[in-house]
């Protein structure tokens, strides 16, 4: 089923959002890869401030390429979802809502996910230049050092993702195997 998210309205819909919906976000989320993870992480372990309000956001693990003339954004691919899994939980303590990558998460995330009622969503890897078209506005926000690993504010029009891990800790990836091994 395809179901269209607007951002920040939706967000509170997330824990009605199963594994394996296909779903299309519009509205605002952020980036954020492993550098600026470990940077957020140990700001909230010093009690700092974030540069961003993690309550209600989406991150997308994504350190997209350098943009062409004419372009917003350059190639804009999930990153491996798993490089995050230390920090997550803390974020998710946070009221981070969603986060867009590739990949498996640990245990400890989905158990956090759950806790938090969080929704975990895959975009297709190797589609960056597909994905890029859907955002329509880009702006580094935080770290601008850490060049493409720099914390970006995107404004998207009809993302697509995937639900692959929901609120209840249905896993598309667990699901999906078992369903194909039970057809054979």
Sequence with gaps: MDINIKIPEDIKSFNQLKAGDYV??????????????????????????LPIDLKNQIIYYLGPTPARDGQVIGSAGPTTS???????PTMLELGLKGMIGKGKRSKEVIDSMIKNQSVYFAAVGGAGALLSKCIKEAEVVAYEDLGTEA??????????AIVVIDSEGNNLYETAVDSYRNNK
């Design 24 to 49: 299309y976000l519009t509205g605002i989320i952020y980036t954020g890869r492993d550098a600026a993870h470990k940077r957020m992480y140990e700001a909230i372990l010093e009690g700092k401030e």
């Design 151 to 160: 914390i970006r504010k995107l404004r998207v029009e009809n993302f697509p």
């Design 82 to 88: 798993s490089r995050m899994d230390k920090y997550t």
